[in-house]
Protein backbone atom coordinates (compact mmCIF):
# COMPACT_ATOMS: atom_id res chain seq x y z
CA UNK A 1 0.00 0.00 0.00
CA UNK A 2 1.36 3.18 -1.00
CA UNK A 3 1.99 5.58 1.54
CA UNK A 4 -0.32 9.37 1.77
CA UNK A 5 1.96 12.06 1.22
CA UNK A 6 2.16 14.60 4.50
CA UNK A 7 0.27 17.02 4.35
CA UNK A 8 1.68 20.34 4.04
CA UNK A 9 1.29 23.06 6.81
CA UNK A 10 -1.51 26.16 5.49
CA UNK A 11 1.21 29.42 5.79
CA UNK A 12 1.34 31.10 8.63
CA UNK A 13 -1.07 34.58 8.96
CA UNK A 14 0.63 37.99 9.43
CA UNK A 15 -0.80 37.47 12.67
CA UNK A 16 0.41 34.38 13.65
CA UNK A 17 3.36 35.08 12.10
CA UNK A 18 4.12 38.26 14.53
CA UNK A 19 2.74 36.72 16.94
CA UNK A 20 5.25 34.06 17.26
CA UNK A 21 7.87 36.92 16.77
CA UNK A 22 7.07 38.51 19.95
CA UNK A 23 6.43 35.46 21.54
CA UNK A 24 10.17 34.12 20.70
CA UNK A 25 11.14 37.42 22.24
CA UNK A 26 9.53 37.11 25.27
CA UNK A 27 11.20 33.31 25.74
CA UNK A 28 14.22 34.41 24.85
CA UNK A 29 14.41 37.24 27.87
CA UNK A 30 12.91 34.96 30.30
CA UNK A 31 16.30 33.31 30.62
CA UNK A 32 18.07 36.34 31.49
CA UNK A 33 18.90 37.19 34.74
CA UNK A 34 18.10 41.24 34.36
CA UNK A 35 14.30 40.71 33.91
CA UNK A 36 11.60 40.34 36.16
CA UNK A 37 8.73 39.13 34.20
CA UNK A 38 5.74 41.46 31.60
CA UNK A 39 7.15 45.15 33.64
CA UNK A 40 10.65 44.70 32.38
CA UNK A 41 10.46 42.56 29.36
CA UNK A 42 7.53 44.80 27.59
CA UNK A 43 9.74 47.97 27.89
CA UNK A 44 12.98 46.14 26.36
CA UNK A 45 10.68 45.04 23.94
CA UNK A 46 9.21 48.68 23.03
CA UNK A 47 12.55 50.51 22.44
CA UNK A 48 13.73 47.89 20.49
CA UNK A 49 11.30 47.70 17.84
CA UNK A 50 10.96 51.61 18.29
CA UNK A 51 14.84 51.99 16.90
CA UNK A 52 13.50 49.00 13.92
CA UNK A 53 10.51 51.08 13.32
CA UNK A 54 11.94 54.30 12.73
CA UNK A 55 15.18 52.83 10.39
CA UNK A 56 12.37 51.55 8.46
CA UNK A 57 9.94 54.76 8.38
CA UNK A 58 13.65 56.84 7.79
CA UNK A 59 13.97 54.35 4.83
CA UNK A 60 10.71 55.26 3.12
CA UNK A 61 11.06 58.70 3.54
CA UNK A 62 14.53 58.66 2.20
CA UNK A 63 12.99 56.92 -0.99
CA UNK A 64 9.88 58.82 -1.39
CA UNK A 65 12.86 62.17 -1.31
CA UNK A 66 15.22 60.54 -4.26
CA UNK A 67 12.19 59.72 -6.33
CA UNK A 68 10.88 63.41 -5.75
CA UNK A 69 14.52 64.60 -6.47
CA UNK A 70 14.68 66.50 -3.02
CA UNK A 71 17.48 65.69 -0.19
CA UNK A 72 16.20 64.87 3.53
CA UNK A 73 18.42 65.63 6.95
CA UNK A 74 18.78 61.96 8.63
CA UNK A 75 17.64 61.98 12.19
CA UNK A 76 20.47 59.23 13.08
CA UNK A 77 23.84 59.10 11.81
CA UNK A 78 25.77 56.09 11.10
CA UNK A 79 26.91 53.84 12.94
CA UNK A 80 24.06 54.03 14.99
CA UNK A 81 21.11 53.45 12.47
CA UNK A 82 19.63 50.30 12.71
CA UNK A 83 20.60 49.13 9.63
CA UNK A 84 24.69 49.56 10.92
CA UNK A 85 24.53 48.06 14.44
CA UNK A 86 22.14 45.29 14.23
CA UNK A 87 21.76 44.23 10.79
CA UNK A 88 24.93 44.68 8.73
CA UNK A 89 27.45 43.97 11.75
CA UNK A 90 25.35 41.74 13.44
CA UNK A 91 28.19 39.32 13.40
CA UNK A 92 30.19 41.14 15.04
CA UNK A 93 27.49 42.77 17.54
CA UNK A 94 27.16 40.38 19.99
CA UNK A 95 27.81 39.49 23.41
CA UNK A 96 30.34 41.53 25.48
CA UNK A 97 30.64 44.02 22.29
CA UNK A 98 27.02 44.10 21.89
CA UNK A 99 26.09 45.07 26.12
CA UNK A 100 29.62 47.72 25.32
CA UNK A 101 28.06 49.47 22.22
CA UNK A 102 24.43 50.13 23.64
CA UNK A 103 25.72 50.77 27.13
CA UNK A 104 28.58 52.44 27.98
CA UNK A 105 29.45 55.93 27.52
CA UNK A 106 32.53 55.84 24.65
CA UNK A 107 33.17 52.92 23.16
CA UNK A 108 34.96 51.28 20.01
CA UNK A 109 32.44 51.58 17.25
CA UNK A 110 30.94 48.84 15.15
CA UNK A 111 33.86 48.21 12.47
CA UNK A 112 36.54 48.63 14.96
CA UNK A 113 38.65 51.53 13.77
CA UNK A 114 37.17 54.67 15.92
CA UNK A 115 35.81 55.63 19.03
CA UNK A 116 32.73 57.12 19.98
CA UNK A 117 29.58 57.42 22.21
CA UNK A 118 27.78 54.41 22.71
CA UNK A 119 23.91 53.81 21.41
CA UNK A 120 22.18 55.30 24.48
CA UNK A 121 24.67 58.09 25.30
CA UNK A 122 24.15 59.32 21.54
CA UNK A 123 20.36 59.03 21.67
CA UNK A 124 19.91 60.65 24.65
CA UNK A 125 22.31 63.50 23.30
CA UNK A 126 20.31 64.24 20.18
CA UNK A 127 18.83 67.53 20.04
CA UNK A 128 16.54 69.37 17.45
CA UNK A 129 15.84 72.30 16.04
CA UNK A 130 12.20 73.45 17.51
CA UNK A 131 11.68 71.43 20.42
CA UNK A 132 9.47 68.91 18.10
CA UNK A 133 11.96 67.33 16.01
CA UNK A 134 12.19 63.51 15.75
CA UNK A 135 15.63 63.89 17.19
CA UNK A 136 14.01 65.67 20.46
CA UNK A 137 11.72 62.85 20.89
CA UNK A 138 14.30 59.91 20.41
CA UNK A 139 16.27 61.85 23.64
CA UNK A 140 13.65 62.08 25.75
CA UNK A 141 12.47 58.38 24.96
CA UNK A 142 16.13 57.46 25.78
CA UNK A 143 16.81 59.32 29.17
CA UNK A 144 14.08 57.01 30.64
CA UNK A 145 15.13 54.10 28.95
CA UNK A 146 17.99 51.51 30.39
CA UNK A 147 18.94 47.71 28.72
CA UNK A 148 18.06 45.93 31.87
CA UNK A 149 19.29 42.53 30.17
CA UNK A 150 22.55 41.37 30.98
CA UNK A 151 23.09 39.03 28.39
CA UNK A 152 24.23 40.19 25.16
CA UNK A 153 23.84 36.69 23.67
CA UNK A 154 20.06 36.83 24.27
CA UNK A 155 19.96 40.21 23.21
CA UNK A 156 21.25 39.71 19.89
CA UNK A 157 18.74 36.87 19.63
CA UNK A 158 15.77 39.32 20.42
CA UNK A 159 17.24 41.99 18.13
CA UNK A 160 17.38 39.27 15.10
CA UNK A 161 13.56 38.40 15.77
CA UNK A 162 12.49 41.81 16.00
CA UNK A 163 14.44 42.52 12.43
CA UNK A 164 12.45 39.97 10.76
CA UNK A 165 9.61 42.24 11.87
CA UNK A 166 8.91 44.50 8.78
CA UNK A 167 7.30 48.13 9.63
CA UNK A 168 7.08 49.26 6.32
CA UNK A 169 4.16 46.91 5.32
CA UNK A 170 1.17 48.67 6.35
CA UNK A 171 -0.45 45.01 6.97
CA UNK A 172 2.00 44.11 9.65
CA UNK A 173 1.91 47.48 11.68
CA UNK A 174 -1.99 47.28 11.48
CA UNK A 175 -1.76 43.87 13.12
CA UNK A 176 1.36 44.56 15.24
CA UNK A 177 -0.78 47.43 16.99
CA UNK A 178 -3.50 44.92 18.21
CA UNK A 179 -0.58 42.70 19.38
CA UNK A 180 0.85 45.58 20.98
CA UNK A 181 -2.63 46.37 22.81
CA UNK A 182 -2.52 42.63 24.22
CA UNK A 183 1.05 43.52 25.64
CA UNK A 184 0.26 46.73 27.17
CA UNK A 185 -2.78 45.28 28.85
CA UNK A 186 -0.78 42.41 30.25
CA UNK A 187 1.66 44.73 31.58
CA UNK A 188 -1.26 46.21 33.38
CA UNK A 189 -2.37 43.35 34.63
CA UNK A 190 1.72 42.12 35.92
CA UNK A 191 1.49 45.95 37.58
CA UNK A 192 -1.17 44.43 40.03
CA UNK A 193 -2.17 46.94 42.62
CA UNK A 194 1.38 48.64 42.88
CA UNK A 195 0.89 49.46 39.06
CA UNK A 196 -0.61 52.53 37.59
CA UNK A 197 -4.38 53.10 37.14
CA UNK A 198 -5.41 52.23 33.56
CA UNK A 199 -8.41 53.15 31.65
CA UNK A 200 -10.54 49.81 30.23
CA UNK A 201 -10.69 50.25 26.92
CA UNK A 202 -14.29 49.82 26.85
CA UNK A 203 -14.82 53.03 28.65
CA UNK A 204 -12.64 55.09 26.33
CA UNK A 205 -14.28 53.62 23.68
CA UNK A 206 -17.72 55.41 25.08
CA UNK A 207 -16.22 58.56 26.11
CA UNK A 208 -14.86 59.15 22.75
CA UNK A 209 -18.06 58.29 21.21
CA UNK A 210 -20.50 60.30 23.02
CA UNK A 211 -17.79 63.32 22.75
CA UNK A 212 -17.29 62.99 19.11
CA UNK A 213 -14.67 65.03 18.35
CA UNK A 214 -14.39 66.28 14.75
CA UNK A 215 -10.90 66.71 12.55
CA UNK A 216 -10.35 70.42 12.89
CA UNK A 217 -10.29 69.81 16.58
CA UNK A 218 -7.49 70.05 18.98
CA UNK A 219 -8.08 67.05 21.12
CA UNK A 220 -5.63 66.83 24.64
CA UNK A 221 -5.02 64.17 27.37
CA UNK A 222 -2.64 65.99 29.82
CA UNK A 223 -2.43 62.94 31.52
CA UNK A 224 -2.25 60.20 28.88
CA UNK A 225 -0.42 57.18 30.23
CA UNK A 226 0.05 54.69 27.84
CA UNK A 227 -1.67 56.69 25.04
CA UNK A 228 -5.27 55.13 24.85
CA UNK A 229 -7.70 57.93 25.09
CA UNK A 230 -5.40 59.47 21.74
CA UNK A 231 -5.43 55.91 20.13
CA UNK A 232 -9.01 55.78 20.41
CA UNK A 233 -9.48 59.73 18.77
CA UNK A 234 -7.11 59.01 16.29
CA UNK A 235 -8.95 55.95 15.04
CA UNK A 236 -11.94 58.22 15.16
CA UNK A 237 -10.76 61.08 13.29
CA UNK A 238 -9.80 58.63 10.76
CA UNK A 239 -13.03 57.69 9.59
CA UNK A 240 -13.39 61.32 8.71
CA UNK A 241 -10.62 61.83 6.79
CA UNK A 242 -11.77 62.31 2.86
CA UNK A 243 -8.48 64.42 1.53
CA UNK A 244 -4.84 64.32 1.55
CA UNK A 245 -5.35 68.09 3.57
CA UNK A 246 -7.69 65.86 5.88
CA UNK A 247 -5.10 63.52 6.71
CA UNK A 248 -2.30 66.17 7.05
CA UNK A 249 -4.44 68.28 9.79
CA UNK A 250 -5.18 65.10 11.22
CA UNK A 251 -1.13 64.20 11.39
CA UNK A 252 0.02 67.43 12.90
CA UNK A 253 -2.55 69.46 14.36
CA UNK A 254 -5.35 67.20 16.12
CA UNK A 255 -4.05 65.48 18.99
CA UNK A 256 -1.61 66.43 22.48
CA UNK A 257 -0.35 64.68 25.08
CA UNK A 258 1.15 64.91 28.19
CA UNK A 259 3.30 62.10 30.43
CA UNK A 260 5.58 63.09 33.01
CA UNK A 261 6.74 58.86 33.76
CA UNK A 262 9.48 57.50 31.21
CA UNK A 263 8.11 54.01 31.10
CA UNK A 264 4.29 55.04 29.88
CA UNK A 265 5.86 57.62 27.68
CA UNK A 266 8.12 55.58 25.78
CA UNK A 267 4.70 52.90 25.72
CA UNK A 268 2.34 55.83 24.67
CA UNK A 269 5.18 56.98 21.80
CA UNK A 270 5.15 53.38 20.09
CA UNK A 271 1.39 52.50 21.12
CA UNK A 272 0.26 55.63 18.84
CA UNK A 273 3.41 55.13 15.79
CA UNK A 274 1.87 51.56 15.44
CA UNK A 275 -1.63 53.05 15.01
CA UNK A 276 -0.63 55.33 12.56
CA UNK A 277 0.43 58.84 13.56
CA UNK A 278 3.69 59.35 12.64
CA UNK A 279 4.46 61.69 14.94
CA UNK A 280 3.07 62.00 18.39
CA UNK A 281 2.48 65.11 20.36
CA UNK A 282 3.20 63.96 24.03
CA UNK A 283 4.91 66.67 26.39
CA UNK A 284 7.21 64.44 29.00
CA UNK A 285 7.02 67.04 31.55
CA UNK A 286 4.15 67.46 34.53
CA UNK A 287 1.00 68.98 32.96
CA UNK A 288 0.56 70.41 36.18
CA UNK A 289 4.10 72.66 35.96
CA UNK A 290 2.72 75.29 34.78
CA UNK A 291 0.54 78.34 36.46
CA UNK A 292 -2.52 78.05 36.12
CA UNK A 293 -3.01 82.16 35.77
CA UNK A 294 -0.21 81.89 32.95
CA UNK A 295 -2.47 79.98 31.10
CA UNK A 296 -3.78 81.45 28.09
CA UNK A 297 -6.27 81.49 25.06
CA UNK A 298 -3.05 79.84 22.88
CA UNK A 299 -2.90 76.60 25.49
CA UNK A 300 -6.63 76.04 25.45
CA UNK A 301 -8.23 73.20 23.38
CA UNK A 302 -11.54 71.98 22.27
CA UNK A 303 -11.93 68.52 23.28
CA UNK A 304 -10.03 66.95 26.71
CA UNK A 305 -10.45 63.35 27.08
CA UNK A 306 -8.71 61.90 30.03
CA UNK A 307 -8.19 59.67 33.19
CA UNK A 308 -5.72 61.70 35.92
CA UNK A 309 -4.05 59.74 38.28
CA UNK A 310 -5.93 59.76 41.18
CA UNK A 311 -4.92 58.70 45.11
CA UNK A 312 -1.50 60.64 44.18
CA UNK A 313 -0.23 63.79 45.93
CA UNK A 314 1.75 66.30 44.60
CA UNK A 315 4.43 68.52 45.70
CA UNK A 316 4.21 71.96 47.16
CA UNK A 317 5.30 73.66 43.72
CA UNK A 318 3.04 71.83 42.14
CA UNK A 319 0.27 73.04 44.59
CA UNK A 320 2.12 76.86 44.18
CA UNK A 321 0.45 77.10 40.76
CA UNK A 322 -3.03 77.01 42.01
CA UNK A 323 -5.21 79.55 43.42
CA UNK A 324 -4.41 79.88 47.12
CA UNK A 325 -7.63 78.79 48.12
CA UNK A 326 -7.88 75.50 45.50
CA UNK A 327 -4.30 74.25 46.91
CA UNK A 328 -4.12 70.23 47.42
CA UNK A 329 -2.02 67.86 47.06
CA UNK A 330 -4.78 65.54 45.17
CA UNK A 331 -3.72 64.67 41.92
CA UNK A 332 -6.75 64.36 40.29
CA UNK A 333 -8.52 67.71 41.89
CA UNK A 334 -5.55 69.76 40.74
CA UNK A 335 -5.80 68.25 37.37
CA UNK A 336 -9.58 68.96 37.40
CA UNK A 337 -8.51 72.66 37.28
CA UNK A 338 -6.03 72.25 34.89
CA UNK A 339 -8.98 70.54 32.55
CA UNK A 340 -11.43 73.78 33.19
CA UNK A 341 -8.41 76.17 32.58
CA UNK A 342 -7.47 74.75 29.53
CA UNK A 343 -10.82 74.31 27.44
CA UNK A 344 -11.65 76.81 24.97
CA UNK A 345 -14.12 79.42 25.30
CA UNK A 346 -17.39 79.46 22.91
CA UNK A 347 -16.15 82.10 20.03
CA UNK A 348 -18.06 83.27 17.11
CA UNK A 349 -18.54 80.28 14.79
CA UNK A 350 -16.93 78.38 17.12
CA UNK A 351 -18.42 75.99 19.74
CA UNK A 352 -17.03 75.76 23.90
CA UNK A 353 -14.48 73.31 24.29
CA UNK A 354 -16.28 70.34 25.93
CA UNK A 355 -14.29 67.61 28.19
CA UNK A 356 -14.51 64.11 29.65
CA UNK A 357 -13.06 62.98 32.95
CA UNK A 358 -12.98 60.23 34.61
CA UNK A 359 -12.75 60.80 38.72
CA UNK A 360 -12.87 59.20 41.51
CA UNK A 361 -16.20 58.71 44.05
CA UNK A 362 -14.45 60.82 46.74
CA UNK A 363 -14.58 64.23 44.26
CA UNK A 364 -18.36 64.26 44.11
CA UNK A 365 -18.72 63.86 47.50
CA UNK A 366 -15.65 66.00 48.91
CA UNK A 367 -15.51 69.21 51.05
CA UNK A 368 -13.06 71.69 51.39
CA UNK A 369 -10.80 72.84 48.57
CA UNK A 370 -12.95 69.65 47.02
CA UNK A 371 -16.36 71.76 47.32
CA UNK A 372 -14.83 75.16 46.28
CA UNK A 373 -13.41 73.75 43.19
CA UNK A 374 -16.82 72.14 41.86
CA UNK A 375 -18.23 75.34 43.03
CA UNK A 376 -16.16 76.92 40.19
CA UNK A 377 -16.80 74.01 37.90
CA UNK A 378 -21.02 74.32 38.29
CA UNK A 379 -21.25 78.14 37.79
CA UNK A 380 -19.24 78.44 35.23
CA UNK A 381 -19.30 75.61 33.50
CA UNK A 382 -21.94 73.48 32.31
CA UNK A 383 -21.82 69.99 33.76
CA UNK A 384 -24.36 68.60 32.08
CA UNK A 385 -23.66 64.79 32.67
CA UNK A 386 -22.38 62.31 35.30
CA UNK A 387 -22.20 58.50 35.03
CA UNK A 388 -21.63 56.65 37.13
CA UNK A 389 -19.60 52.86 36.93
CA UNK A 390 -20.27 50.26 38.57
CA UNK A 391 -17.80 49.32 41.61
CA UNK A 392 -15.11 47.09 40.33
CA UNK A 393 -14.42 49.03 37.13
CA UNK A 394 -11.07 49.21 37.19
CA UNK A 395 -10.47 46.50 39.56
CA UNK A 396 -7.92 44.97 40.43
CA UNK A 397 -5.81 48.16 39.92
CA UNK A 398 -8.08 49.94 41.83
CA UNK A 399 -11.76 49.08 43.70
CA UNK A 400 -12.64 53.04 44.30
CA UNK A 401 -15.66 53.63 42.74
CA UNK A 402 -15.30 56.01 39.85
CA UNK A 403 -17.70 58.40 37.60
CA UNK A 404 -17.37 60.11 34.10
CA UNK A 405 -17.87 63.78 34.42
CA UNK A 406 -19.24 65.71 31.26
CA UNK A 407 -19.09 69.42 31.06
CA UNK A 408 -18.31 71.96 28.45
CA UNK A 409 -17.82 75.97 28.61
CA UNK A 410 -21.13 77.03 27.12
CA UNK A 411 -22.09 78.76 30.27
CA UNK A 412 -23.14 77.98 34.00
CA UNK A 413 -24.93 74.54 35.14
CA UNK A 414 -28.52 74.46 35.00
CA UNK A 415 -29.42 70.71 35.28
CA UNK A 416 -27.64 67.79 35.16
CA UNK A 417 -28.58 64.20 34.59
CA UNK A 418 -26.84 61.39 36.13
CA UNK A 419 -26.85 57.71 34.60
CA UNK A 420 -25.40 54.79 36.51
CA UNK A 421 -24.71 52.21 34.22
CA UNK A 422 -25.84 48.53 36.60
CA UNK A 423 -23.74 45.43 36.15
CA UNK A 424 -24.40 42.35 34.11
CA UNK A 425 -27.29 40.66 35.02
CA UNK A 426 -26.40 38.03 37.40
CA UNK A 427 -23.14 39.60 38.27
CA UNK A 428 -21.62 41.27 41.28
CA UNK A 429 -18.20 42.35 39.84
CA UNK A 430 -15.76 42.61 37.24
CA UNK A 431 -12.43 40.80 37.47
CA UNK A 432 -9.36 40.13 35.80
CA UNK A 433 -10.61 37.67 33.24
CA UNK A 434 -14.30 39.20 33.12
CA UNK A 435 -13.69 42.82 32.72
CA UNK A 436 -16.66 45.49 31.39
CA UNK A 437 -17.54 45.22 28.27
CA UNK A 438 -18.50 47.83 25.59
CA UNK A 439 -21.98 46.55 24.49
CA UNK A 440 -22.92 47.55 28.29
CA UNK A 441 -22.49 51.19 27.19
CA UNK A 442 -25.22 50.47 24.19
CA UNK A 443 -28.12 51.84 26.38
CA UNK A 444 -26.46 54.41 27.69
CA UNK A 445 -25.34 55.44 24.12
CA UNK A 446 -28.91 55.65 23.03
CA UNK A 447 -29.97 57.05 25.83
CA UNK A 448 -27.43 60.34 25.49
CA UNK A 449 -29.44 61.51 22.71
CA UNK A 450 -33.11 61.61 23.86
CA UNK A 451 -32.93 61.59 27.31
CA UNK A 452 -35.19 60.65 29.49
CA UNK A 453 -35.63 59.60 33.17
CA UNK A 454 -35.74 56.10 33.65
CA UNK A 455 -34.72 53.76 36.15
CA UNK A 456 -30.79 54.58 35.52
CA UNK A 457 -31.55 57.92 34.96
CA UNK A 458 -32.55 60.98 36.69
CA UNK A 459 -31.60 64.57 36.87
CA UNK A 460 -30.42 67.14 40.00
CA UNK A 461 -31.88 70.66 39.20
CA UNK A 462 -28.98 72.92 40.28
CA UNK A 463 -29.76 76.18 39.20
CA UNK A 464 -32.84 75.38 42.06
CA UNK A 465 -31.23 73.68 44.85
CA UNK A 466 -28.39 76.29 44.38
CA UNK A 467 -31.22 79.51 44.82
CA UNK A 468 -32.81 77.88 47.23
CA UNK A 469 -29.46 76.80 49.37
CA UNK A 470 -28.32 80.58 49.08
CA UNK A 471 -31.44 81.40 50.45
CA UNK A 472 -31.67 79.61 53.30
CA UNK A 473 -27.73 80.45 54.03
CA UNK A 474 -27.56 84.30 53.27
CA UNK A 475 -29.73 85.77 56.53
CA UNK A 476 -26.99 83.58 58.38
CA UNK A 477 -23.88 85.23 56.42
CA UNK A 478 -25.29 88.67 57.13
CA UNK A 479 -26.03 88.18 60.52
CA UNK A 480 -22.16 87.27 60.26
CA UNK A 481 -21.41 90.07 58.33
CA UNK A 482 -23.38 92.59 61.03
CA UNK A 483 -21.06 90.60 63.93
CA UNK A 484 -17.81 90.79 62.31
CA UNK A 485 -18.60 95.03 61.73
CA UNK A 486 -19.20 95.09 65.23
CA UNK A 487 -15.74 93.32 66.23
CA UNK A 488 -14.17 96.11 63.66
CA UNK A 489 -16.21 98.89 65.78
CA UNK A 490 -14.95 97.49 69.16
CA UNK A 491 -11.38 96.56 68.13
CA UNK A 492 -11.29 100.37 67.11
CA UNK A 493 -12.61 100.86 70.59
CA UNK A 494 -9.78 98.54 72.32
CA UNK A 495 -7.22 100.39 70.80
CA UNK A 496 -8.48 103.96 71.61
CA UNK A 497 -8.81 102.81 75.25
CA UNK A 498 -5.55 101.18 75.39
CA UNK A 499 -4.41 104.17 74.13
CA UNK A 500 -5.96 106.23 76.75
CA UNK A 501 -4.63 104.25 79.62
CA UNK A 502 -1.09 104.50 78.33
CA UNK A 503 -1.53 107.92 78.58
CA UNK A 504 -2.65 108.27 81.89
CA UNK A 505 -0.46 105.71 83.24
CA UNK A 506 2.33 107.79 81.73
CA UNK A 507 0.84 111.00 83.03
CA UNK A 508 1.30 109.70 86.98
CA UNK A 509 4.99 109.96 86.56
CA UNK A 510 4.60 113.62 85.85
CA UNK A 511 4.83 115.96 88.70
CA UNK A 512 1.92 118.19 90.41
CA UNK A 513 -0.66 115.39 88.68
CA UNK A 514 -3.48 114.53 90.92
CA UNK A 515 -2.66 111.01 90.89
CA UNK A 516 -6.19 109.75 92.81
CA UNK A 517 -8.19 111.41 90.00
CA UNK A 518 -5.61 109.81 87.53
CA UNK A 519 -6.16 106.44 89.14
CA UNK A 520 -9.92 106.54 89.13
CA UNK A 521 -10.24 107.65 85.30
CA UNK A 522 -7.50 104.46 84.67
CA UNK A 523 -10.11 101.80 86.62
CA UNK A 524 -12.89 103.56 84.54
CA UNK A 525 -11.15 102.98 81.14
CA UNK A 526 -10.11 99.84 82.18
CA UNK A 527 -14.12 98.71 83.13
CA UNK A 528 -14.64 99.95 79.43
CA UNK A 529 -11.70 97.87 77.99
CA UNK A 530 -12.52 94.46 79.55
CA UNK A 531 -16.53 94.92 78.61
CA UNK A 532 -15.51 96.31 74.94
CA UNK A 533 -13.01 92.61 74.71
CA UNK A 534 -16.10 90.55 76.27
CA UNK A 535 -18.54 92.36 73.42
CA UNK A 536 -15.72 92.34 70.94
CA UNK A 537 -15.17 88.35 71.73
CA UNK A 538 -19.13 87.67 71.89
CA UNK A 539 -19.56 89.34 68.15
CA UNK A 540 -16.45 86.91 66.81
CA UNK A 541 -18.58 84.48 68.39
CA UNK A 542 -21.60 85.02 67.09
CA UNK A 543 -20.10 85.78 63.34
CA UNK A 544 -18.24 82.26 64.05
CA UNK A 545 -21.40 80.33 64.75
CA UNK A 546 -23.69 82.09 61.89
CA UNK A 547 -20.55 81.64 59.35
CA UNK A 548 -21.10 78.02 59.76
CA UNK A 549 -24.69 77.57 59.97
CA UNK A 550 -24.52 79.09 56.38
CA UNK A 551 -22.11 77.09 55.23
CA UNK A 552 -23.73 74.12 56.30
CA UNK A 553 -26.47 75.23 54.82
CA UNK A 554 -25.05 76.31 51.42
CA UNK A 555 -21.81 73.83 50.79
CA UNK A 556 -23.87 70.31 50.82
CA UNK A 557 -25.56 71.96 47.41
CA UNK A 558 -22.15 70.80 46.00
CA UNK A 559 -22.18 67.75 46.72
CA UNK A 560 -22.32 65.99 43.72
CA UNK A 561 -22.94 62.10 45.29
CA UNK A 562 -26.57 62.44 43.79
CA UNK A 563 -28.34 58.52 44.67
CA UNK A 564 -30.29 57.11 42.18
CA UNK A 565 -34.00 57.48 43.66
CA UNK A 566 -35.11 54.43 41.56
CA UNK A 567 -32.72 52.32 42.94
CA UNK A 568 -31.05 51.35 46.25
CA UNK A 569 -29.02 53.10 48.08
CA UNK A 570 -25.30 52.04 47.93
CA UNK A 571 -23.88 52.09 51.36
CA UNK A 572 -20.14 52.93 50.24
CA UNK A 573 -21.15 55.84 48.51
CA UNK A 574 -22.79 57.68 51.43
CA UNK A 575 -20.56 60.64 52.19
CA UNK A 576 -18.86 60.19 55.64
CA UNK A 577 -21.11 62.64 57.67
CA UNK A 578 -23.88 60.75 56.38
CA UNK A 579 -22.41 57.01 57.31
CA UNK A 580 -20.98 58.53 61.00
CA UNK A 581 -24.69 60.21 60.99
CA UNK A 582 -26.09 56.67 60.41
CA UNK A 583 -24.07 54.62 62.44
CA UNK A 584 -24.94 57.27 65.60
CA UNK A 585 -28.82 56.99 64.70
CA UNK A 586 -28.40 52.65 65.02
CA UNK A 587 -26.42 52.79 68.49
CA UNK A 588 -28.94 55.43 69.99
CA UNK A 589 -31.67 52.81 68.69
CA UNK A 590 -30.00 50.07 70.43
CA UNK A 591 -29.31 51.81 73.59
CA UNK A 592 -33.05 52.09 73.57
CA UNK A 593 -33.64 48.58 73.56
CA UNK A 594 -31.21 47.93 75.61
CA UNK A 595 -32.89 50.06 77.92
CA UNK A 596 -36.42 48.67 77.52
CA UNK A 597 -35.42 45.32 78.00
CA UNK A 598 -33.76 46.14 80.95
CA UNK A 599 -37.04 47.25 81.90
CA UNK A 600 -38.33 44.39 81.75
CA UNK A 601 -35.92 42.63 83.37
CA UNK A 602 -36.59 44.85 86.55
CA UNK A 603 -40.30 44.19 86.33
CA UNK A 604 -39.74 40.39 86.24
Given at each position: MAKRAPKSKAPLTTAQQLGSILKSCRDIMRKDKGLNGDLDR????TWIMFLKFFDDIERLRETEALLEGKSVKAALQPPYRWRDWAVEHAKAMTGPSLMQFINQDEVTLPGGETRGAGLFAYLRALQGDDG?????VIATIFKGVSNRMESGYLLRDVINKINEIQFQSSEEIHTLSRLYESMLKEMRDAAGDSGEFYTPRPVVQFMVKVLAPKLGEVILDPACGTGGFLVEVFKYLSEQCQTVEDRQRLQTASLMGGEAKSLPYLLAQMNLLLHGLETPNIDPGNSLRHKLT????NDRVDVILTNPPFGGEEEKGIQGNFPDDKQTSETALLFLQLIMRRL????????AGRAGVVVPNGTLFGDGVSARIKKQLLTEFNLHTIVRLPNGVFAPYTSIPTNLLFFDRSGPTEKIWYYELPLP??????????PIQ??????????????EANEQAWTYDFVTAHGEALAKADPHWQTAKAALARVKAWGKTIKELDSEIKALTSALETEGVKKNEVKKQIKALKAELKQAKTEEKEQQELAKTEQKLGDDVYW???NLDQKNPNGEEAFEHRPPEELVEGILQKEQRILEILGEIKDVLVQV
Open positions: LPMIRDRRDELGDRKAKKGQAEGRKNYTKTKINEFDDCVGWWEQRPVF
